[in-house]
């Protein structure tokens, strides 16, 4: 008895260490199927262009209270880089059940990796970041599983800021 209960302790060690070993040497994470939808608790859109005239937008989604919520602002004109002075247009607006639901789509098969910083593109992004339940305060780029669903999240967010008036 004293042998199969040491068996067993055993292999369940070897498999905890096997599983630690995956994910600490796991490169990139699925969302809706590494990252389930339930530990999303942010997300961030940006885009900025020094071009004349000069370009912000970004969108926020984040939960609250049992609740998903967009931020967006929008920076336009006046210098480089822009400043909380430049915003044209800002709000906040809670999601509805179809509009979450949409957003989740959208995240859909994106993946998620650690961040890394590369100075050498000087593009105007879009940079994305997702942040989740585990991601170490540092497995956050996002990438969009397809150019359709970025495309999609950039109209739903838009449609959304529109509808509320802003």
């Known amino acids: 008895m004293r042998r199969l209960i040491a068996m067993t302790v055993l292999l369940a060690l070897c498999a905890g260490i096997g599983m630690m070993g995956f994910a600490l040497g796991k490169r990139e994470y699925i969302v809706g199927k590494d990252i389930g ?38 920076r336009e004109g006046g210098g480089w880089p822009q400043t909380e002075a430049d915003i044209t247009v800002a709000g906040t607006v809670a999601l509805t059940d179809a509009q979450a639901e949409a957003f989740r789509d959208c995240l859909s098969g994106g993946t998620v990796r650690r961040r890394s910083e590369d100075l050498g593109d000087g593009d105007d992004g879009p940079w994305l970041y997702l942040y989740w339940n585990g991601d170490g305060g540092d497995i956050q780029e996002f990438d969009f599983a397809s150019w359709e669903q970025r495309k999609d999240f950039e109209a739903l967010c838009a449609a959304i800021r529109e509808g509320a008036g802003e």
């Open 37 to 74: 939808f339930d530990e999303v608790t942010e997300f961030y859109y940006t885009v900025a262009a020094s071009t004349d005239p000069p370009f912000y937008q970004r969108y926020h989604i984040y939960m609250e209270d049992g609740g998903a919520f967009l931020y967006h602002e929008t």
